[in-house]
């Protein structure tokens, strides 16, 4: 099993930065594509970043140039890194990782998830 705790969330103002993070633990995910969603009131969870082991990242296009996702194998931890923030980037935000390698957009290609973080960003 495995288990994930995102931390860093919290409320800025539109323009501002914050840094997530994402811990696992029990079984390690170093080798597995990790991701971070976001789910805001009434609307589908939504892939936000992507990277492999490798750290092959992929991102959705609104926040490209904005948003970083890294990860640190030895700590069995990945971040994602948000600055820029508008108050369309509100959401509760999800650390995942699935059981393959390879990088994935769908929520359904996770297994695991942790318990989300929200990210307030005020106008």
């Known amino acids: 099993q495995v288990q994930l705790v995102e931390s860093g969330g919290g409320l800025v103002q539109a323009g501002g930065s914050l840094r997530l993070s994402c ?4 079984r390690t995910v170093s080798t597995n594509a990790m991701g971070w969603f976001r789910q805001a009131p009434g609307k589908e969870r939504e892939f936000v970043a992507g990277t492999t082991y490798y750290s092959k990242t992929d991102y959705v296009d609104s926040v490209k140039g904005r948003f970083t996702i890294s990860r640190d194998n030895a700590k069995n931890t990945v971040y994602l890194q948000m600055n820029s923030l508008k108050p369309e980037d509100t959401a509760v935000y999800y650390c995942a ?6 990088l994935a957009s769908a929520p359904s290609e996770y297994l695991y998830w942790g318990q989300g973080t929200q990210v307030t960003v005020s106008s």
């Open 23 to 26: 811990a696992a633990s029990g």
């Open 97 to 102: 990782a699935r059981l393959g390698v390879v």
